[in-house]
Nanobody
């Protein structure tokens, strides 16, 4: 079992930036995939970005390409999401997740075994 705790959410104006962090309670396997998802009010949870732990292979949803950057610090057991050029439609609760045993990046929330509690991001126009 691993516990994931997100932080860094808040209120920001359109065009601004935020950096989300996700701290893991234990050293995750160096092969694990981790990702960020978000869920806006009244909508389904959607994939944002994912990263392979070794090699740092990254994958992004089309709507965040060029604006968001996922990164990880293996030594600190921490995952990050740098969010730039934020838009009001980015408003959502953002969750980090760990895939568990698989090393394959996935965009499906059902493929992720462990989840944080979420952090609210609100972008005002």
């Amino acid at each position: 079992q691993v516990q994931l705790v997100e932080s860094g959410g808040g209120l920001v104006q359109a065009g601004g930036s935020l950096r989300l962090s996700c701290a893991a309670s234990r050293r995750t396997s160096s092969r694990n995939v981790m990702g960020w998802f978000r869920q806006a009010q009244g909508k389904e949870r959607e994939f944002v970005a994912a990263i392979g732990w070794i090699g740092g292979s990254e994958y992004y949803a089309d709507f965040v390409k060029g604006r968001f950057t996922i990164a990880r610090d293996n030594a600190k057991n921490t995952l990050y999401l740098q969010m730039d050029s934020l838009k009001p439609e980015d408003t959502a609760v953002y969750y980090c997740a760990e895939r568990g045993l698989s090393t394959v990046i996935s965009t499906r929330s059902t493929d992720y075994a462990y989840w944080g509690q979420g952090t609210q991001v609100t972008v005002s126009s």
